[in-house]
Nanobody
Framework: QVQLVESGGGLVQPGDSLRLSCAISGGTPDYDGLGWFRQVPGKEREGVSCIGISNGNTYYAESVKGRFTISRDNSKNMVYLQMNDLKPEDTAVYYC??????????????????WGQGTQVTVSS
């Protein structure tokens, strides 16, 4: 069974940068999408970004386009999320996730097959 472990969260000020990492273990995923969701208390998990394992195609939520960059290193079984120009509204628990890429669109997080444990990102002055 695929396991996902996130690292890299923390407390930063508005305008700062952070890089989240996700280590993948436990075998080869039988789905094509890897990426990140985030969640704040009282709200649904939001698909932030995903990347295709096979072709590297990317998806970004409108709220993070131009500021966040997702990348993967298949040789190291790692996925990264570079977050620049962070804003207070980016504050959330960020989850690494794996599943079909459509899981990231429009409220279909139930399609995700693998979840990490989450890492807190807090953006505050």
């Amino acid at each position: 069974q695929v396991q996902l472990v996130e690292s890299g969260g923390g407390l930063v000020q508005p305008g700062d940068s952070l890089r989240l990492s996700c280590a993948i273990s436990g075998g080869t995923p039988d789905y094509d999408g890897l990426g990140w969701f985030r969640q704040v208390p009282g709200k649904e998990r939001e698909g932030v970004s995903c990347i295709g394992i096979s072709n590297g195609n990317t998806y970004y939520a409108e709220s993070v386009k131009g500021r966040f960059t997702i990348s993967r290193d298949n040789s190291k079984n790692m996925v990264y999320l570079q977050m620049n120009d962070l804003k207070p509204e980016d504050t959330a628990v960020y989850y690494c996730a794996g599943g079909p890429r459509m899981a990231w669109y429009g409220g279909t997080s139930y399609l995700v097959r693998s979840w990490g444990q989450g890492t807190q990102v807090t953006v505050s002055s």
